[in-house]
């Protein structure tokens, strides 16, 4: 994919190139201090150590950190960097850098370059203005980046500047952390204790280490820049906050892997071709069921460099759009009326030697074994959806979460028909009937079969088994999903502890046997989670109600989860947040939300008020001056009936526009005199509302102001004409 050949100008106006395409291998990670690259570049020894302290979390000596730190510059300095920076993820969910050149001034007018293991190792940004959600005060400003040696640093290329950058983790001057990295790593941590005792009782011996894996799908839409430039919602907020419906959305479902077009295939080409410089293993791309929507997703990786990889996805998706005059948007629902975007995050657990715990295998042991992590994870999903889908919440993903292209905020599972009717027959104790070609026995001639890659995808479902993963759908397209992950590694590993203990109460007995005699125990306390129909369905709603599970129809409903004693004691327990660090969260998320749904409201405010109410009233007035000179015209004969109604209903549009904004006001004031939870219910719960009925005048007057008056670009437009 990589170009080497001259440009040439195209009819569009923009350039591109003539392209011969090298093999993705000749180039892939190219911009990275890969293990390859680390390998050449340092010592044996201290190679040797470095591996060692990434594999095991070593504390790194400082003349290993020297080494690395010195063979990392050189190679900088080589592909023409001239600064470094640690690279980190506040709480703010965006990237955050700050660059400092490699110089160090050894004489008068005279410097040289320097990279030392101390910088290597740790950095100190400012703290004071990043979102703490009360672990700092404004005016305590030091914080402490710190180098996260599992992941790959690499060279960020903007403009003509090119940095070193350096995944780290960052924290406060008291090591409360204060970004979003670190609590994933410590429950990565947690996960792999965890499943390494279980393991351990199912008789495996030889397995050292377990792998939490992540592979985020990245959906998005793309529109011309023109367009995003003379959307003043869009430029503020990410989304339109008016805009009537087109004739034609999705309808006719022609989008949905469909040709891509040229300008979007040669984009798509351009940000694969920067990612897999930076080693990012981007897999497949396609369009996405609404026009203009598309997405983009990865290969399988360790679920700290995908959270990484993630991240950079979305900014080099924004950074090349720019390159092609195009907004790549990424909130989760920036056109209403058609499909939201979200970021199906497939999450897996496998052992140092490539073995998928979630996938059955060949033997009885591997079968048992594939059932205990299936158990550990129904029994996860069911004590912790609430806190499940507290991790997804925002005022973005309340536009999507429901609606008919994404799951409900109901949390179940899916396992497809024959995965569940095998649960359905241990807990039963009867042999099951399935008969599919590819099924595996337990070893035990009297027990149930399970069968392999069976189950049918539930587009539907919040949390599916596809095989040998889960899927959570519900994480929106914009969000980081460190701290999802990080939900699903902790109470896995908490469910994980659980069925330990069931299985040290069988010491001595037949372990097969001792398993399913648990699951024939355990599966009617959680088999409420389980659903396979349509989880869009009223008749779901009803059946969730009746079984008991949450319907936290909104984020601020779900953020409570993140506020209880079950959530202190689970996370304080695996050593994954204290509670002072898991009330900043949810301080946080509160604070995000009411935040956002401010913007909303005033840019909403602004723009009714200086573009939408004036076109409305110029078109007004050339109506009404049309009337009056066809009546003199044409006096008793002039039958103006359909204009003088027409007049009359944009009057009214526009009266009532400047009223509701007058209330929406009021509603903004007074709920600036409330504080965090509060805040965000009375906005959940008054202002979105006011500005769903301005939104319905606004868009209703669009439909009749002259098209040639009316101020930014449709719907029709950015959608189709791209």
């Known amino acids: 994919m990589k170009k080497i050949t001259p440009t040439i100008a195209t009819e569009r106006n923009y350039t591109v190139e003539k392209e011969k395409n090298l093999p993705i291998s000749s180039y892939f990670g190219e911009d990275t201090f890969n293990d390859k690259l680390m390998q050449a570049k340092l010592p044996k020894v201290f190679y040797n ?21 010195h063979a990392m510059k050189e190679w900088a300095l080589e592909m023409g960097a001239t600064h470094f920076a640690h690279w980190f993820q506040p709480m703010t969910g965006a990237s955050a850098e700050k660059h400092d050149a490699f110089i160090e001034i050894i004489g008068p007018g005279e410097v040289i370059e320097r990279f030392t293991g101390e910088q290597l190792v740790q950095g100190e940004p400012d703290a004071s203005s990043f979102p703490s959600g009360g672990l700092r005060s404004t005016f305590e400003a030091r914080g402490y980046t710190a180098w996260d040696m599992s992941s790959p640093a690499f060279l960020r290329k903007n403009g003509i500047g090119i940095t070193l950058c350096i995944p780290s983790v960052f924290i406060s001057y008291h090591g409360e952390a204060l970004d979003k990295k670190t609590p994933l790593l410590r429950s990565i941590l947690a996960v792999n204790r965890s499943a390494l005792r279980i393991l351990k009782l199912l008789g495996n011996r030889k397995t050292k280490k377990i792998v939490s894996n992540l592979g985020p799908e990245q959906e998005y839409f793309c529109i011309d820049m023109d367009y995003f430039y003379k959307r003043q919602d869009m430029v503020l907020t990410g989304r339109t906050i008016v805009g009537a419906a087109p004739a034609k959305g999705q309808e006719l479902e022609d989008q949905y892997f469909g040709s891509i077009k040229e300008r979007m295939q040669s984009f798509m080409h351009d ?26 997703a990865p290969i399988f990786e360790d679920a700290n460099i995908a959270v990484d990889h993630n991240v950079l996805v979305m900014e080099k998706l924004q950074q090349v759009a720019r390159q092609h005059n195009m907004a790549v948007l990424l909130h989760e629902k920036p056109f209403a009326g058609i499909n939201g975007s979200g970021k199906h995050l497939n999450w897996s657990l496998s052992t140092d030697d490539g073995i998928n715990l979630f996938k059955p295998g060949k033997t009885p042991h591997d079968n048992i074994q594939f059932l205990v992590f ?9 004590r912790h959806a609430d806190l499940l889908r507290a991790s997804v919440g925002s005022a973005a993903n309340d536009h999507r979460l429901g609606a008919n292209e994404a799951p409900p905020a109901i949390i179940s599972v899916f396992l497809g028909e024959q995965l569940t009717r095998i649960l359905e027959s241990i807990e039963k104790g009867v042999a099951s009937d399935a008969s599919d070609m590819s099924i595996i026995n337990l070893g035990i001639s009297s027990l149930p079969i399970v069968s392999r890659d069976n189950s049918d995808r539930n ?5 599916a088994f596809t095989g040998n993963k889960f899927e959570f759908r519900a994480v929106g397209s914009s969000q980081n999903i460190s701290f999802p992950a990080t939900v699903l590694n902790t109470i896995m590993a908490e469910s994980l502890d659980e069925v330990s203990e069931l299985i040290e109460k069988h010491k001595g007995e037949n372990i097969k046997q001792a398993v399913l005699d648990i699951m024939k125990e355990e599966l009617p306390k959680v088999k409420a989670i389980l659903y396979q129909g349509d989880n869009y369905s009223e008749e779901w709603h009803r059946e969730a109600e009746k079984r008991g599970l949450p319907n936290l129809r909104t984020a601020p409903e779900a953020f409570r989860a993140m506020d209880t004693d079950k959530a202190r004691k689970l996370f304080e327990k695996y050593g994954v947040l204290s509670p002072v660090e898991l009330k900043s969260r949810y301080t946080i998320r ?13 840019a909403l405010c602004n723009i009714s008020s200086s573009q939408i109410v004036p076109s409305a009233v110029s078109y007004q007035k050339e109506l009404a001056e049309s009337i009056i000179r066809t009546e003199k015209a044409l006096g008793q004969d002039a039958d103006l009936g359909a204009q003088k109604k027409l007049l009359k209903r944009i009057s009214e549009l526009i009266s009532g526009t400047q009223e509701s904004l007058s209330d929406l006001k009021a509603l903004l004031a007074t709920a600036a005199t409330y504080h965090e939870q509060a805040r965000a219910d009375y906005l959940c719960a008054e202002v979105r509302s006011a500005m769903g009925e301005i939104r319905k005048k606004v868009d209703e007057l669009e439909n009749h102001v002259a098209d040639h008056q009316w101020p930014m670009p449709k719907f029709w437009e950015m959608l189709f004409v791209n």
């Open 49 to 69: 150590k470095l591996r060692d302290s990434i594999d095991t979390g070593k504390n790194l000596d400082i003349e290993t950190a020297n080494a690395v730190a």
């Open 271 to 296: 940000t694969e071709e920067e990612l897999y410089k930076l080693g990012i293993p981007a897999k497949t791309r396609h369009n996405e069921v609404a026009p203009s929507q598309f997405e983009i």
């Open 374 to 382: 299936l158990l550990a994870t129904l029994k996860a999903v069911y």
């Open 459 to 463: 587009r539907t479902s919040p949390f």
């Open 590 to 602: 509160i604070e995000k939300y009411c935040k956002d749904i401010e913007i909303e409201a005033k």
